[in-house]
């Protein structure tokens, strides 16, 4: 039962354009969401995150929008780099049990120089 | 601070050895979990702690075993090496806030 989905196992964007990562979620327990990257032979970095009570969170280039009645979020990187290829891990946090994190099985994003 | 180290990189085993794969945080954090990664699969969770002494099985927790004596470090023992266990290993530490940092990560190869 995969909780937390991201359907689009890969993504190539324009180098300048925008770049939308996707994930859904189906535990309506889930309070708070997180992104990770990670560069191949790496542990995931955290990149951004966002509370429940919250529907954007923005921090320089990376952007985060939570819409909870369709139970979905996005990542946007605007505008996109070279150095933003990696693959990008959607995770959330159940407000039981809250000490553990369920991960989604990840988008490749290819910026395309 | 070097964050979450772990050791070694890389390792072959064959079927039925056995072997530790370490994790050490310089954070100060108390919470503390081991992930593995399969191929084209998200971030499995195989065991996690909430402190010294205290430990407590995840997602796929067959076939590991681990212990918490101290803050800084989580090992994870595999007893009996299975094919099934060939994955890249996660160790992470937690801050208050809900992010988790990771280590580089240990491939492992079971043949």
């Known amino acids: 039962d995969q909780q937390v989905k991201q359907n689009s196992p890969s993504l190539s964007v324009q180098e300048g354009r925008i770049s939308i990562l996707n994930c859904d979620y189906t535990?309506?327990?889930?309070?708070?969401f997180l992104w990770y990257k990670k560069y191949p032979a790496e542990g995931p970095t955290f990149l951004i995150s966002?509370?429940?009570?919250?529907d954007k969170n923005e921090d320089g280039r990376f952007t985060v929008f939570l819409n909870k009645s369709a139970k979905h979020l996005s990542l946007h990187i605007v505008p996109s780099q070279p150095g933003d290829s990696a693959v990008y891990f959607c995770a959330a946090r159940s407000n039981f049990g809250n000490e553990k994190l369920t991960f989604g099985t990840g988008t490749r994003l290819t910026i395309i120089p | 601070n070097a964050g979450v180290t772990q050791t070694p990189k890389f390792r072959i085993l064959k079927i039925g050895q056995s072997m530790t794969l370490q994790c050490t945080q310089d954070?100060?954090?108390?919470?503390m979990y081991w992930y593995r990664q399969d191929p084209g699969m998200g971030l499995k969770l195989i065991y996690y702690?909430?402190?010294?002494?205290?430990?407590d099985k995840g997602e796929v927790p067959n076939g590991y075993n681990v212990s918490r004596s101290t803050t800084e470090d989580f090992p994870l023992r595999l007893e009996l090496a299975a094919p099934s266990q060939t994955s890249v290993y996660f160790c992470?530490?937690?801050?208050?806030?809900?992010?988790?940092?990771f280590g580089p990560g240990t491939r492992l190869t079971v043949t």
């Open positions: 535990n309506s327990m889930f309070d708070y």
């Open positions: 702690s909430v402190g010294a002494g205290i430990t």
């Open positions: 954070m100060n954090h108390n919470y």
């Open positions: 992470a530490s937690r801050t208050p806030s809900y992010e988790q940092y």
């Open positions: 966002i509370s429940s009570i919250k």
